[in-house]
């Protein structure tokens, strides 16, 4: 733990992240203004005493929707991608250890999923339910859910083949017990690498679909959405476009680079590499 605190991509991204939740979690305590609270006498105002980074064009505060927003962006993507990594996993572990009928079905049915392009798809698919904070977080864990089954399916295969599950096995293990104490556990790493991975960029198609006004309906705060509606005022207000726009760059840019640090640490062949080097 030592080591991997060491490494400056995975103590400068988690500390940017904590950052952001927590910005989120305390919105209520340091939102300066109400959200949705409405100021026509100071509209598009540029960053002041009252208003730290301006304000929108019907007079909102900037910073306030920043940080309630956070809430929603935050809660799209831990929830779309803490359901995909549930699916994911079972479907891959299910897949792997049973193989026939099982495999075949389950893992064509993932690819089928993979063939569309993702950001089609979820437009496609939010067009039909209707734009709800629900149907986001639902559409996103769909599309995310492929990514996992396929590593869990991958590590699976591998793992089912070992000495231990096959000791497991001679010993008069249950099916359920191999699973949860001797495969599961050993696949932990590549699963924590994705969902730090796919964290970022289920914020980043939240804030896509937002923009294009599939999002979590108007007039909760969102990322996407601000960045959606302050591209029209840039000219006269720019931090209505450069704060959300660089909170986006920043969480998205810190989730990948946490992604990457820990599978320099988490992977044995990427360890020794990254040992050597430090050495």
Sequence with gaps: MRRIWRNPRITFS???????????VLAEALAPHPPLEMNPSARLQPPSARYLLGTDEFGRDTLSRLLYGTQISLLVSFSAVALAAAAGTLIGLVAAYYRGWAEIALMRSIQVILSFPPVL???????????????????????????????????????????????????????????????????????MVQFSLSLGFAILLESGLSFLGMGPPAPAP??????????HFMEISPSVVVAPSLLILGTVLSFNLLGDGLRDYLDPRLRKDVARREV
Excluded at 14 to 24: C, K, P, T, W
Excluded at 222 to 227: A, E, I, K, Q, Y
């Design 14 to 24: 988690a500390a940017f992240i904590l950052l952001v939740v927590a910005s989120g």
């Design 222 to 231: 969102s990322w996407g959405r601000m960045v959606s509606s302050g591209r």
């Design 121 to 191: 798809l979820a437009i496609v698919v939010i067009a039909f339910l209707g734009a709800s904070t629900r149907n986001v977080i639902l559409t996103i864990a769909v599309l995310y859910t492929p990514l996992f089954a396929r590593i869990a399916y991958g590590s699976s295969l591998r793992l089912r083949e070992m000495e231990f599950v096959e000791a497991a096995r001679a010993v008069g293990a249950g099916d359920r017990r191999i699973i949860t104490r001797a495969i599961l556990p050993n696949m932990l790493a590549p699963l």
